[in-house]
């Protein structure tokens, strides 16, 4: 992790788990960059458009593992929502 990190000027923050167990956690780098404020693990980040496309490759390995239809209603998974804009 600490070389592809300093090879390519990593700003960010990184955790693996396994299991709902973190075994690698890291804070790099700025939150604030004008400021220089160093970024810290609560720290809340614009993720932008890049959240659809790992939630669309997470999607299609449960529907690979037989865990959930494509054509399902997202209320089957999420109930607890009553209000969904489609």
């Known amino acids: ?18 299991d709902s167990i973190n075994i690698y956690s890291r804070a790099i780098g700025y939150s604030d960059l004008e400021n220089k404020r160093q970024i ?3 720290d809340q980040f614009v993720i932008g458009s890049i959240s659809k496309q790992i ?11 037989g865990n959930l239809d494509l054509e399902d209603s997202i ?3 999420l109930e607890d ?3 969904w804009f489609y």
């Not at 992790?1 to 990184?14: A, D, K, R």
């Not at 669309?56 to 593992?65: D, N, P, T």
Request: charged fraction near 20%; hydrophobic fraction near 40%; glycine fraction near 2%.
């Open 1 to 18: 992790m600490n070389s592809i990190i300093n090879q390519n000027n990593f700003n960010g923050v990184i955790v693996v788990s396994t």
């Open 40 to 42: 810290k693990f609560d």
């Open 55 to 65: 939630t669309a490759v997470l999607i299609l390995r449960e529907y690979e593992k």
């Open 75 to 77: 209320n089957k998974y």
């Open 81 to 83: 929502i009553k209000t």
